[in-house]
């Protein structure tokens, strides 16, 4: 046994790493004092579980003052046995934990689970903000500063300038390389579970004397029935993909070409940009912390005559040069984020697992990352057409109808809004006639749309205006021909504002989450109860399916959307069924429904993809 010491608190504690079958006793003494919580961690060669290589190196155990540090290749048995022991287990982000120990020693998502405190969903409840935000952030290290120890040492800094000196190796590539015994890394390893253990002392009982413990226990709910999707994953059509790959890449080239014609060699070099757009006769007005000018998506579109969904605004003739950048950047960020992406993270099976952030906002909205398959333009088919039904199945999904905008209607009490829902009216026509009078056309209807939206999401006349191409004056009368058609809004907003501005800089949702507002943006009010809100009714709708028995039909959860699979016979009635599982039909006098749809091989099937 190799055993170290440090102060933790004011207190020494103990990293013992386990180095011989002799070892064991100590450690099963340990066990036996009966500690009803332990802390929990595990060391693995990257952050890719499903991955090709991937492996779990170490795991650790502690209390309070004691940790065990444990080779997952040379005591397995040991391990699995003392994770089987009738305890609780507090981890920090548990989902990554929780299929790392299903994956490499068989102690299912399902057993661990229900055992598992997560001091990230804790500390997110009491606080969801980052620390760039003024909040306490979420890491560990962060929250260990704040309510354990000021002094923690850092060595996960430590860590990555030796990967960097000592193994000539990245942050990313580090941690398959690192001698397993190396003492920064044994030391680093066994102090998460102490620092897990005395966190989840301080954050639980916060938790409860806010009453939020009910909430508490449905989001750890929730992040294990996520676990369990993620562990799933869903199956890629490997002869598109690679071809998708080389398309993207023939595609970047040919954008970039047309953007050599006007001068710029490089499309990501903002200076050649920029300077080319000015050349041509472009205003760009709008500059980076540095004080160049900016060239972003944002500026590019508008320039290019786009919206965000990549579609024909028709507002102005499109600047060439700016469409040839934007699509350039598109093709090439497609071909390395997702085509690229689908080949190195694929398992053996060639599934991906795409990671779902359970409370990854301020607000709790969800997140998927690696790949981020939520950051694809709704028109898009080329990227979802890599993701196919298992031999036998088909895709399905039930998408929520401008959830946030019922939402929105319910909470502010709106008594013309809520009237034309249950009329079955389109917000966003309605919202058109009501403004523009019965005439109005598709462009008062894409205008109508953004001024909603930006009632939902906080964007103000500048950001309606950038998304739609429309001039200011029409962006400011549709703004207030809003106002005038809604004045219920308005007065939600106004009420939650006051309350913010002359309260605690807060607000609390209809579940019980208390979600912080920064002193300069209280008007972000609405939008992050009507996110949260939306969000939780899909939460509360993912946990409703797999209690009715479904779950295993589910696949991911991508904005307002679950996408699912079923055998061919049953598609039709299974993606009904959990469509209606997702309906609240009478959410404070308002219908919240769901789309249903059986999109076919692919999920590209479901957005225009040729069949």
């Known amino acids: ?79 699995v046995r003392a994770l089987r022991q009738p305890r609780h287990f507090t981890l920090h982000n548990a989902p990554f934990d929780l299929q790392v120990i299903d994956h490499d020693f068989g102690v299912t998502i399902e057993e661990l689970g229900p055992r598992a405190f997560d001091t990230r969903i804790m500390a997110h409840l009491l606080d969801p903000r980052q620390r760039h935000e003024g909040g306490t952030g979420l890491r560990l290290k962060e929250l260990a500063e704040i309510y354990v120890d000021p002094t923690v040492p850092d060595t996960e800094k430590e860590l990555h300038a030796i990967f960097r000196k000592e193994y000539k190796a990245t942050r990313e590539t580090g941690w398959a390389l690192i001698d397993i015994d190396h003492p920064v890394y044994v030391e680093y390893a066994g102090l998460d579970p102490l620092a897990a253990r005395r966190l989840f002392d301080e954050l639980a009982p916060m938790v409860r004397d806010l009453g939020l413990n009910h909430l508490s226990q449905f989001e750890h709910h929730l992040a294990t029935l996520l676990a369990l999707l993620q562990r799933k994953g869903m199956l890629l059509d490997l002869p598109y993909v690679e071809k998708l790959t080389g398309d993207l890449a023939a595609e970047a080239a040919e954008h970039e070409a047309r953007a050599a014609r006007y001068g710029v060699a490089n499309v990501n070099s903002p200076v050649q940009v920029a300077s080319a757009l000015v050349a041509m006769g472009e205003e760009l007005t709008e500059e980076t912390d540095g004080g160049a000018l900016k060239v972003s998506k944002e500026i590019l579109l508008p320039l290019a005559d786009l919206d965000l969904q990549w579609e024909r605004m028709e507002s102005r003739e499109p600047n060439p040069l ?155 009368e549709a703004l207030a021909g809003y106002d005038a058609t809604f004045p219920g809004i308005k007065r ?21 989450r208390h ?69 609240t039909p009478d959410f404070y006098g308002v219908p919240i429904v769901a789309e249903p749809e059986v999109y076919g091989p692919s999920w590209g099937h479901g957005y225009g993809a040729p069949a």
């Not at 469409?323 to 997702?338: F, I, L, M, P, Q």
């Not at 939600?492 to 579940?511: D, I």
């Open 1 to 79: 046994m190799r055993t170290t010491t440090r102060r933790l608190a004011g207190d020494e504690v103990t990293i013992n790493y386990v180095e011989s079958a002799r070892d064991l006793h100590a450690f099963d003494d340990f066990l036996a004092r009966g500690d009803k919580v332990l802390g929990l961690d595990t060391e693995t060669t990257g952050l890719n579980i499903y991955s090709r290589g991937f492996a779990c190196r170490l795991v650790q155990f502690g209390n309070r003052d004691t940790a065990y540090v444990l080779r997952a290749d040379m005591f397995e048995k040991a391990i």
């Open 322 to 476: 700016a469409d040839a950048v934007a699509h350039a950047k598109r093709a090439g960020k497609w071909g390395k984020s997702y085509a690229q992406a689908f080949l190195d993270l694929r398992d053996p099976d060639d599934r991906i697992h795409p990671v779902i952030g359970g409370l990854q906002a301020r607000t709790a909205r969800m997140s998927v990352s690696t790949p981020p398959l939520q950051q694809l333009p709704s028109g898009d088919w080329k990227i979802r057409r890599s993701v196919i039904a298992e031999p036998g199945n088909l895709i399905i999904a039930a998408d929520y109808a401008a959830v946030e905008m019922r939402v929105l209607a319910a909470l502010a009490e709106e008594p013309t809004m809520i009237e034309a829902i249950r009329a079955g009216e389109d917000l966003h026509s309605f919202t058109a006639k009501m403004v523009y009078g019965p005439d109005f056309t598709k462009r008062h209807r894409k205008i109508a749309k953004a001024v909603g939206f930006g009632k939902v999401y906080g964007g103000g006349a500048t950001t309606i205006q950038r998304q739609t191409g429309a001039p200011m004056e029409q962006v400011r």
């Open 492 to 512: 939600y907003a106004k009420k939650l504002g006051n309350r913010a501005e002359y309260g605690k800089k807060e607000v609390v949702t209809l579940s019980g």
């Open 515 to 583: 979600l912080p507002l920064d002193r300069d943006r209280i008007y972000a009010a609405t939008n992050y109860v009507v996110q949260s809100t939306a969000r939780d009714l899909l939460a509360q709708a993912i946990v409703d399916i797999f209690d009715a028995g479904m779950g295993d039909l589910l696949r991911l959860p991508v904005h307002d959307e679950l996408i699912a699979e079923a055998p061919a016979a049953d598609a039709e009635e299974a993606i009904h069924e959990i469509g209606r599982l997702m309906e």
